[in-house]
């Protein structure tokens, strides 16, 4: 497992409409301004919160956010788990490319936001839901 | 219903987007925008995203295709005013926004468009009326 920590606290955001992913949205911007992130990389971590909670509405069917504090020694970093119980990605390699799309996107979805985010890792499985948990260390 | 609102002056149509837009709320725009292009015959569009913290790939796309529906209808569209660290995240996320003019603020924005629109005016009048056909 690559996203060694402790947790220190934690928040849950529904995702169930397009009003939610901009809940999704302005939690990360408070969670990364308290966190102390720089602009980019308030700008850079809401941005890929904003793709993949519209992934978790539109693939997934909707589902949650939980946000974590990790604590690993003297190092912080904001952890990001979007979950869903849709149908779950075929091809995950496939997804994560650039220009690959399933929905009304651009793809730029999965891959942009790996390349946003310091750690990312997909769970899924067809019929049981996605797990995306993608982390970004300060 | 929540809207973004478009004024017009003379044969510019002017959007400042200052709320944080869903993706419904986006495409509301992207319809009233063209709706309202030909409505008023509109030669330009200009989009102030100056309060916009973040352009995710569904607001880009969005303003992709706005500029793709004006120039159809003979619109041109700038979208001015892309703060720094928006303007950061975006290509790294791997959006280049091909197809969208852009300027630094407002004012270099509407400059823009009014030679954009007078250039279009000159080529008309020396082919005569339907050149652009």
């Known amino acids: 497992m690559i996203f060694t920590g402790t947790v220190q606290k934690t928040e849950t955001v ?14 990360v911007r408070v969670w990364t301004t308290e966190m102390k992130f720089s602009l980019v990389e308030q700008t850079k971590i809401v941005t890929a919160a904003s793709e993949l909670g519209r992934n978790t509405l539109e693939h997934g069917g909707g589902g949650s956010l939980e946000l974590a504090l990790l604590i690993n020694g003297s190092r912080r970093g904001i952890r990001l788990r979007f ?18 799309t399933s929905g009304s996107g651009m793809g730029l979805g999965l891959g942009g936001s790996k390349r946003l985010m310091n750690e990312f890792e997909i769970e899924t499985a067809p019929g049981v839901g996605t797990t995306i948990t993608t ?3 300060k | 219903m929540e809207r973004i609102p478009i004024l017009r002056m003379g044969n510019y149509l002017l959007v ?55 120039k159809v209808l003979d619109a041109e569209t700038v979208v001015v005013g892309m703060q720094p660290a928006v303007a950061i995240t975006l290509v790294e996320l791997g959006m280049s926004l091909p197809g969208i003019r852009t300027a630094l603020n407002v004012e270099s ?25």
Not at chain 1, 14 to 27: A, L, M, Y
Not at chain 2, 124 to 133: A, V
Request: aromatic letters at 6%.
């Open chain 1, 14 to 27: 529904p995702i169930q409409t397009s009003s939610d992913v901009v809940v999704v949205r302005q939690r």
């Open chain 1, 83 to 100: 979950s869903d119980q849709g149908p779950g990605i075929p091809d995950v390699a496939l997804a994560l490319r650039d220009g690959y």
């Open chain 1, 135 to 137: 982390v970004r260390w």
């Open chain 2, 16 to 70: 400042t987007i200052q709320v944080d837009m869903h993706d419904k709320l986006a495409l509301t725009l992207q319809d009233d925008l063209t709706n309202r292009i030909s409505e008023v015959s509109a030669k330009g569009v200009l989009i102030d995203i100056s309060s916009l913290e973040i352009v995710d790939s569904f607001i880009g796309r969005t303003l992709a295709n706005i500029a793709s529906m004006a």
């Open chain 2, 109 to 133: 924005g509407m400059e823009y468009l009014r030679d954009a629109v007078a250039n279009h005016e000159e080529r008309d009048d020396f082919y005569g009326d339907s050149t652009e056909d």
